[in-house]
């Protein structure tokens, strides 16, 4: 059964500094996509970013950027410029693509930002 | 807008009260599943379906029943809630295999069970 983990349960960081956000998961698929969800205080799930494990090339978007290394099954987030927006809680997501394809949730990483 | 739409969105009811939280999707999409987030668990599938009449069960699914009679629709079924399903639930759809394998969420529905 596919695990994520999220080893942090809290992080801050300084308005416009930079954060990093860990996740590791382990699987026996070759074929998976990841994702990082944003959920702020509206408890609703934002999708942030997504990487497809068969590309090697890190996903961006926008100040959101990814570390995705297969074979440490290593996913992490790095956001640049955090922004008071930022804060929410940040859920890493693994889906495979056979059989229930669920989305495996990690605990979560509450991020608070420092004015 | 495409969207997923659940109902209610706040709910408290009392132990062994039957209800009904509906789930209906806008988007054409073939695989619908529920999940619930819990303190410091993050969130675990219920339910999922592949497509009309095909259901089945996720990581959680006691004290829980699903149907699947129309593709919009997903709706979770609590016969007798007892505390333990106080919960924060969502549904979420998404096109089954293709696509980006992003799944699209409703905007969550916290049940209180007393």
């Known amino acids: 059964a596919q695990t994520v983990t999220q080893s942090q349960p809290e992080m801050s960081v300084q308005e416009a500094e930079t954060v990093t956000l860990s996740c590791t998961y382990d699987?026996?698929?070759?074929?998976?996509?990841l994702f990082w969800y944003k959920q702020p205080p509206s408890r609703q799930m934002i999708l942030v970013i997504r990487?497809?494990?068969?590309?090697?090339q890190n996903a961006t978007e926008n100040r959101f950027s990814v570390n995705f290394q297969k074979a440490a099954k290593s996913f992490s987030l790095k956001i640049s410029d955090s922004q008071l927006g930022d804060a929410a809680m940040y859920f890493c997501?693994?889906?495979?693509?056979?059989?229930?394809?669920?989305?495996?949730f990690g605990t979560g990483t509450r991020l608070t930002i420092i004015p | 807008e495409a969207q997923v739409t659940q109902n209610p969105r706040y709910l408290i009811t009392v132990t062994g009260k039957k209800l009904t939280v509906t789930c209906s999707q806008n988007?054409?999409?073939?695989?619908m599943s529920w999940y619930r987030q819990d303190p410091g668990l993050g969130l675990r599938q219920i339910y999922y379906?592949?497509?009309?009449?095909?259901?089945d069960k996720g990581d959680v699914p006691e004290g829980y029943k699903v149907s699947r009679k129309e593709k919009r629709n997903f709706p979770l079924i609590l016969e007798s809630p007892s505390p333990n399903q106080t919960s924060l639930y969502f549904c979420?759809?998404?096109?089954?295999?293709?696509?980006?394998?992003?799944?699209?969420f409703g905007e969550g529905s916290r049940l209180t069970v007393l």
């Open positions: 979420a759809s998404s096109p089954h295999r293709a696509g980006t394998g992003e799944l699209f």
């Open positions: 699987t026996s698929e070759s074929d998976y996509y």
């Open positions: 990487q497809e494990a068969y590309k090697q």
């Open positions: 997501a693994y889906r495979g693509t056979f059989g229930n394809e669920k989305l495996t």
């Open positions: 988007m054409n999409h073939e695989y």
């Open positions: 379906s592949m497509n009309v009449e095909v259901t």
